[in-house]
Every structure is written in structure tokens, then in C-alpha cells.
């Protein structure tokens, strides 16, 4: 019979992993909690979290969201990050923390419904971020409302460069009326 306590830890974490854009499964061995609490640090100005966790309730939680192919990665000591806003944000606050003396070892994770194993850091990392991906939308959107009115501006401005020929022609006697 399940504890309350494990039920609770249950629903947390099937929360997590449904409102998460990208998972990431991780091997902490060797590291300490100082270590650990400076990564979470960094991790939560991105709107990320990591968490230690049992691996049997991480396993329930990934069937009850649909997220089976979890189970392969949940072997051992596990961390596992949520990337809730950018995944790139996540996947590179990771990096930069595994050039320290200590790694987090990510053993693989999933983006959106696809499982992704080995290299994931290397995988989400290369992926626009966020605010890339918006300012390219916008650009996309911008280009050619910028042609239209471009087009317009040439042909009042050629207008002008006309009127203006003519008056030069007549001597500048157009002004003067």
C-alpha cells in the first residue's frame, strides 16, 4: 500500500513532466549538495528545476503522462531536470556547469514526446531559443509589410521628384503663385 507521501510525490511529479517542454534524465553520482543547490540555482533563472527523485516514482508518473519510453533511462541514482519556458536556456546552463570540476552525467530525455538518448545536451542545445525563434516570426511577418510600404514611399516620392522636375523647368515661377 502506498504512502501519502509517495502518492503526493507521484502527482508532483506527473504535473512536472506534463507542463515540461523538455525532460532531462541525469546520473549526480559524485556530487555534492553544494553542487547540486548551485545548479539548481542556475537552472531556476530559466524557469527550470531539478530534483532528485525515486526512480519507480518517476517511472509511474511517465506511464500516467504517456511518457513510457522514460523508463529505460531510470536506472541508478537519478536527477531530473524540467524545462518548463526555453529547453535551449536549460541544456546550456547544464553544459556550462559540466565544465567545472564535476558533471552531471544526462543519460538522455524527452522533447515534447520524442525520447532523445546520448548526446541531448549537444541536441537542445543547437536548438533556437525562444526568443530567436519569435524574432524570426516577427521578421518573417515584418519583411514584407517593410516592402509595401517601401513601394509606396517610392512611388509618392517619385511624385515629388516630378512636381519638383516641373517647377525647376518653369524657372521657379510655380512658387511664387
Known amino acids: 500500500m502506498p504512502t501519502q507521501r509517495k502518492i503526493d510525490q507521484v502527482?508532483?511529479?506527473?504535473?512536472?513532466?506534463?507542463?515540461?517542454?523538455?525532460?532531462?534524465?541525469?546520473?549526480?553520482?559524485?556530487?555534492?549538495?553544494?553542487?547540486?543547490?548551485?545548479?539548481?540555482?542556475?537552472?531556476?533563472?530559466?524557469?527550470?528545476?531539478?530534483i532528485v527523485a525515486k526512480n519507480t516514482l518517476v517511472e509511474?508518473?511517465?506511464?500516467?503522462?504517456?511518457?513510457t519510453g522514460l523508463e529505460s533511462l531510470l536506472a541508478g541514482p537519478t536527477a531530473v531536470a524540467f524545462a518548463y519556458d526555453d529547453a535551449t536556456a536549460v541544456a546550456k546552463a547544464i553544459q556550462d556547469f559540466n565544465k567545472g570540476p564535476r558533471q552531471l552525467n544526462v543519460r538522455g530525455g524527452l522533447l515534447g514526446t520524442s525520447l532523445l538518448q546520448g548526446d541531448v545536451l549537444d541536441q537542445v542545445s543547437k536548438m533556437p531559443t525562444r526568443q530567436q525563434v519569435l524574432a524570426q516570426i516577427v521578421g518573417?511577418?515584418?519583411?514584407?509589410?517593410?516592402?509595401?510600404v517601401g513601394v509606396i514611399n517610392a512611388a509618392v516620392s517619385n511624385v515629388l521628384y516630378v512636381l519638383q522636375a516641373r517647377i525647376d523647368q518653369q524657372g521657379g515661377e510655380g512658387v511664387a503663385a
Open 11 to 50: 502527482a508532483e511529479l506527473t504535473d512536472k513532466l506534463a507542463r515540461s517542454q523538455v525532460t532531462l534524465i541525469a546520473d549526480y553520482r559524485g556530487m555534492t549538495v553544494s553542487e547540486i543547490t548551485g545548479l539548481r540555482n542556475k537552472l531556476r533563472q530559466s524557469n527550470a528545476e531539478l
Open 140 to 148: 518573417g511577418v515584418a519583411a514584407p509589410v517593410s516592402g509595401v
Open 60 to 67: 509511474i508518473a511517465a506511464r500516467a503522462t504517456g511518457h
